[in-house]
C-alpha cells in the first residue's frame, strides 16, 4: 500500500513539473509583436497642436516639427 501511495505521488509530481515546463516554453515562443514608431509634428509655440504627418500649425501657421 506504501509503494502504491509513493509510486501515485511520484506521477502526480511528475506531471506537474512537466506541465509546468510546458507553460512557460510556450510563452517564449510566442511571436514578438512589432513596433511601428509613429512620428509626430508639433508646433514649438503651440503644443497642443500636434499631427502625424508634417505640415503648417492651425492657430500660427509656423511649420511643424518632428516631436522627440
Not at 510563452?27 to 500636434?50: F, G, I, L
Amino acid at each position: 500500500m506504501k509503494k502504491n501511495l509513493l509510486i501515485i505521488g511520484f506521477v502526480l509530481l511528475s506531471g506537474l513539473i512537466f506541465n509546468s515546463c510546458g507553460n512557460s516554453s510556450s510563452k517564449e515562443k510566442q511571436p514578438a509583436t512589432k513596433e511601428v514608431a509613429t512620428v509626430q509634428y508639433t508646433c514649438p509655440m503651440h503644443s497642443d497642436v500636434v499631427s502625424d504627418k508634417p505640415g503648417n500649425c492651425s492657430k500660427c501657421g509656423m511649420a511643424l516639427v518632428e516631436k522627440k
